[in-house]
């Protein structure tokens, strides 16, 4: 008996250590640091991204994350693109070249956008569940004139905007760089990007630098 129950303490030892040996093996296989490349890409965009939230006590209403594809944050995602898919020199100058003229040509913010009910979730559409603005120095209120929705969730896209949740969507604003009195809306390479709606209404300052 005493044997027995022996035999089976060191069974049950084995199986623990078994499980044990696959937990850490499960960890390697999925761990969860970044890699060099992805964090080089977050120093940049982390501290770019705005943040707000609305809410309704302590139920929140709706989540904004807004990156500004300034300069510098163009370019390391141009970096980021080159390492994942080994672009030439020549390829990467072109990449890079098309960044430039789309800022030239606009100011153009990424925002992900959360809300508890999926179907008020819509910033393309013609009656969009939120204004978006940009609020200028001197109190100009400009809306976007282009808004579009990126739906299409590629590795290069979930990387790039890594602040896109699996229950929010994402979507692109385009703005004049001007307001209709001629004056910048960026100045000294600050703005603020400006959601509003039923739920309510939430600021993000954002960083062109």
């Keep these: 008996m005493k044997a027995l129950r022996t035999l089976c303490l060191l069974l049950a030892a084995a199986l623990l250590c078994g499980a044990c040996q696959r937990m850490q093996d499960l960890g390697q296989d999925f761990d969860p640091r970044l890699k060099p490349a992805d964090q080089v ?61 789309a800022q030239q040509e606009a100011l153009e913010v990424v925002i992900s956008v959360y809300v508890p009910e999926s179907k008020w979730n819509d910033l393309a559409g013609q009656n969009p569940t939120f204004l978006a603005y940009m609020e200028g120095a001197k109190g100009q209120r400009v809306e976007p004139f282009d808004r579009r929705r990126i739906s299409d969730r590629t590795a290069l896209h979930e990387t790039l905007y890594y602040f896109w949740g699996p229950w929010s969507r994402l979507y692109l604003l385009r703005f004049p760089k001007t307001a209709s009195d001629g004056a910048p809306l960026v100045k000294d390479g600050k703005s603020t990007l400006v959601m509003s709606g039923a739920p309510g209404q939430a600021k993000l300052p954002l960083r062109w630098d």
């Design 41 to 101: 890409y977050r120093q940049v965009a982390d501290s770019r991204l705005a943040k707000d939230s609305i809410y309704d006590g302590p139920a929140t209403n709706a989540h904004f994350q807004a990156l500004p594809l300034s300069a510098r944050v163009r370019q390391a995602m141009v970096e980021r693109e080159t390492l994942a898919f080994s672009l030439s020199p020549a390829q990467a100058q072109k990449r890079l070249a098309d960044q430039r003229k």
